[in-house]
């Protein structure tokens, strides 16, 4: 039986978002304290859905959209979640630009939509997730540290 980071890093297809949510749940629970995760992949790819699975781990019971008209959003759990869109900031923009930092306390665990657009700025530890979609139901995630 493989653990499911080894599953994640050969990655995994699954058949319903309600699926992707059960594997972030279990996931989140393998995520160290004080982790940035970010997920790559197109509009429509789960990202969202995946983050709302975690938030689900994390006792967080508020609905979890994607951040549209804030840049991030900070829900309170058994930890805390930053989930930021880096869709909208400006080019050049950069984390610590965010002062997050300032905020956040451990533990924490920052989930980036779009990070390629904070590429620079991501910490080094950077757990990446990368979403992609066969059809409408089959979508994959596999992980990169
Ligand atoms: N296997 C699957 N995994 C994740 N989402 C799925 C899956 N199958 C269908 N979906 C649907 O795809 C959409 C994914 O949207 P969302 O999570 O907001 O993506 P993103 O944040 O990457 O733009 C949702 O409407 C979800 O219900
Ligand atoms: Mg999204």
Known sequence: MQSLLEQLFAG???KSAEETERIARAF?????????????????????????GLARAWDIVEPVTSPTFNLYT???????LVHLDAYRLDSGADLDSLMI???I????????EWPERIADSLPEETWHLYL??????????RLRL
Request: aromatic share 8%; glycine share 8%.
């Open 101 to 103: 930092d300032d905020f």
């Open 105 to 112: 306390r451990s533990p924490w665990c920052m989930a980036i």
């Open 28 to 52: 989140a629970m393998l995520v160290p304290v004080d982790t940035t995760l970010a997920f790559h992949g197109d509009l429509g790819a789960g990202k969202t859905t995946f983050i709302r």
């Open 12 to 14: 995994i297809t699954t």
């Open 74 to 80: 900070l829900y309170e759990g058994s930890r805390q």
């Open 132 to 141: 992609g979609i066969n059809d409408q139901q089959t979508h994959t995630i």
